[in-house]
Structures are given as structure tokens and as C-alpha cells.
């Protein structure tokens, strides 16, 4: 099994809310790192957040550090990335991904959820 599954993604005015939420199969969310990544319109994949779930430190990339948290429950087997303070650059495909280290590329890919950000 190896199938990511993402869901909370929508439409919000500037300085609104989401939480998307990826829930992994228990062999992958026990030991690999959980990542989100987005694609904004016309730019590469970019890394968002990650961490191991079991150790439940997260890290931040710098432009939504301070907006959006990283938290997990165990006994569902998912993470959430929890957006605050959205701004119309926060626009983009938001993509839940595996990886046996933070550092490597993902092995696993969730199917991906659109955030926009407009007035």
C-alpha cells in the first residue's frame, strides 16, 4: 500500500483559514517522514513542511513560517497542515508526500488539493 490521501483544500478570502488533512497507510506514517509540498500557477513543486510523525518535530520552509502548523494524530494514521493568515501567493496545489528522510525525494505522492487565496 502506498497511497496518500488528501482532503481540505477550497477557496478562502486573503487572511482566511484552511486545514488540509493526508492520511497514509500505518506502515508508511510510522516511519517515513510526511512532507507537504505545493505548486503554485507557472512555478515548480516547492517543499512546505515536514516531519516524522512519531517524533512530531516539525520544520517550516521560510515563506509560510509563522502562518502554518503541523500537526498529526496517530490513531488515524493522518497529518495536517494548518494555514493561517492565507495570503494570495499561498495559491497553489497542495501535494502530501512520503519519504524514508526529510531530505530525499518523496516516494510517495498524494493526489494533490487547489488552495485559492482571493478577494
Known amino acids: 500500500q502506498g497511497t496518500l490521501v488528501e482532503s481540505g483544500g477550497g477557496s478562502v478570502q486573503p487572511g482566511g483559514s484552511l486545514q488540509l488533512s493526508c492520511v497514509a497507510p500505518?506502515?508508511?506514517?510510522?516511519?517515513?517522514?510526511m512532507r507537504w509540498f505545493r505548486q503554485r500557477p507557472g512555478k515548480g513543486r516547492e517543499p512546505v513542511a515536514s516531519?516524522?510523525?512519531?517524533?512530531?518535530?516539525?520544520a517550516f520552509a521560510d515563506p509560510v513560517k509563522g502562518r502554518v502548523t503541523f500537526s498529526r494524530d496517530n490513531s488515524k494514521n493522518t497529518v495536517y497542515l494548518n494555514m493561517t493568515s492565507l495570503k494570495p501567493e499561498d495559491t497553489a496545489i497542495y501535494y502530501c508526500?512520503?519519504?524514508?528522510?526529510?531530505?530525499?525525494?518523496?516516494?510517495?505522492w498524494g493526489q494533490g488539493t487547489q488552495v485559492t487565496v482571493s478577494s
Open positions: 508526500a512520503a519519504g524514508r528522510r526529510c531530505s530525499d525525494n518523496p516516494d510517495y
Open positions: 516531519m516524522f510523525p512519531h517524533i512530531g518535530i516539525p
Open positions: 500505518p506502515n508508511i506514517y510510522t516511519t517515513y517522514c
